[in-house]
């Protein structure tokens, strides 16, 4: 089937190479010491089957199976509580209905989380259908399939030129070039860079920060019971995490390419407003970091073979969904390069294709 050459070791690149692997020769250039450095190691990790847009859904849901059971699963049960205050009445019941939540009492919610402040509560609302995903061990179990197919996983192999030369895609990274037929793009938020590197016109793929601070556990309690818990239009969310809880702003502040670190006082804005929801004041931040979410301007991932150069495949976009619908969207990619007829339905696989921005 040819050769592919994948550029990021992230979810997307390291999901791919697993599955392309199967069909030929596979190189992945990651340029960081370590794989899923970017926002693959710096994510929320949790599975939402009815988080994003269509397209996306159906990608969560058709890697569910993959997730709850290939290589023993990587998903264990968290659920989610969505809070309102006084006045969010009509943005709580929207969000109710598209996630299917189950309205509780103030006082059923604070059994389950006790810190829930009843001043500012208004409203609360539960379901049981959200998971921890385990990031490392799914990558891990991507990466080992990968090298047990004869796919070389290079790291610190920053790409600093492209050309495709008598056929054959020629990416000079380090000191070294490396050859192949098929160059895959899973660059996260340097996506467009490398399209452009490649003289593939760019899909308008933009990377966006995401703030995250670790607190130690409210009051002394033990949080690892409680759910996912967000403000109502994301304004805000908190995941138990080792014993503490983290808590992130959820802003989405348009960034270059970088190395993403957290803004001080956007992270100090967000936790002020979990803090005016919970009756325990944070005391102390015991770390922060930062990730860039990417996404194509319809917020919907982009995979496929660009139109304008069908040896240049896109698996980017991921946006905030990269870990939950990696399963899936890897074996759309293997099954569009492979020539077979996708699982996925014709309209998915025609609003994720690249095809779309022509």
């Known amino acids: 089937m040819g050769d592919f050459l994948i550029i990021g070791g992230g979810i997307a690149g390291i999901s791919a190479a697993a599955r392309l692997s199967q069909l030929g020769g596979v190189t992945v250039l990651e340029g960081e010491e370590a794989l899923g450095y970017h926002a693959s190691g710096r994510s929320a990790a949790c599975y939402l089957a009815a988080y994003g847009k269509p397209a996306v859904r159906a990608l969560n849901e058709a890697s569910a199976d993959y997730l709850h059971h290939a290589n023993g699963g990587v998903l264990s049960p968290r659920g989610q509580m969505l809070l309102a205050r006084a006045g969010e009445e009509s943005p709580f019941e929207h969000e109710i209905a598209t996630y299917g939540l189950r309205e509780f009492t103030l006082d059923e919610a604070r059994a389950i989380v006790p810190i829930l402040n009843p001043a500012s509560v208004a409203r609360a609302a539960f379901t049981p259908d959200v998971h921890d995903l385990d990031t490392d061990r799914f990558l891990q179990d991507f990466a080992r399939e990968a090298r047990g197919n004869g796919a070389r996983i290079v790291t610190r192999a920053m790409v600093t030129a492209i050309a495709r030369e008598a056929g054959r895609w020629r990416v000079t990274a380090g000191d070294e070039v490396f050859e192949a037929e098929t160059l895959v793009n899973a660059a996260g938020a340097w996506a467009d860079l490398v399209a452009e590197r490649a003289g593939v016109p760019p899909k308008g793929i933009r990377p966006f920060r995401r703030s995250m601070a670790r607190l130690p556990a409210p009051g002394g309690h033990d949080v690892s019971g409680w759910p996912f818990i967000e403000g109502v239009g994301e304004a ?77 495949v896109w698996a980017a976009g991921q946006g905030g969904y990269g870990f939950q619908t990696a399963a899936a969207a890897s074996q759309l990619l293997a099954d569009l390069l492979a020539g077979r007829p996708p699982e996925l339905d014709a309209a998915t696989v025609a609003a994720l294709s690249p095809e779309r921005f022509a």
């Open 236 to 312: 805000w969310y908190a995941k138990p995490d080792a014993g503490k809880l983290i808590v992130s702003p959820a802003e989405e502040d348009p960034q270059p390419p970088h190395d993403a670190f957290a803004d001080d006082m956007v992270l100090a804005e967000g936790l002020a407003r979990y803090e005016e929801m919970v009756t325990e004041p944070v005391t102390r931040v015991e770390g922060n970091w930062a990730g860039l979410r990417s996404f194509a301007p319809d917020r919907v991932l982009v995979i496929g073979r660009d139109p304008a150069q069908p040896a240049f």
